[in-house]
C-alpha cells in the first residue's frame, strides 16, 4: 500500500501555518497535500519527502486535509485529516 501511514499536522497559530508530516513508504517519489477550510479556503503544497507546510491559513478555522501519495502506481490514496484551528 502507498496510503501515506500516520500523517499528522501540527498547526501555528502565531504564523498560521501548519506542517503535515507523514511516514515516507515505499515507492513513492512525492505527496501532495490539500486543505480546504470551512470557508472554502484552499492551500496546496507538495513535497518529495516527509512533510510540507502550509501557509497562510485562517486561524479559528478547521481544515480537511488530504495527503495524495504519487508513485505512479498507484496515485490517489488519500489519507483525511482534519485540523481544527
Not at 497559530?13 to 479556503?41: F, K, R
Not at 486561524?59 to 498507484?74: E, F, K, M, P, Q
Amino acid at each position: 500500500s502507498c496510503k501515506p501511514q500516520n500523517a499528522i499536522a501540527q498547526l501555528n497559530c502565531d504564523t498560521n501555518s501548519a506542517v503535515v508530516s507523514w511516514e515516507l513508504s515505499d515507492n513513492v517519489t512525492h505527496h501532495t497535500v490539500q486543505a480546504i477550510g470551512s470557508d472554502e479556503h484552499h492551500i496546496n503544497c507538495s513535497s518529495s519527502n516527509h512533510s510540507c507546510a502550509l501557509s497562510g491559513l485562517h486561524c479559528g478555522r478547521s481544515y480537511n486535509i488530504t495527503v495524495t501519495a504519487l508513485d505512479g502506481v498507484c496515485d490517489n490514496r488519500n489519507t483525511n485529516l482534519i485540523l481544527q484551528s
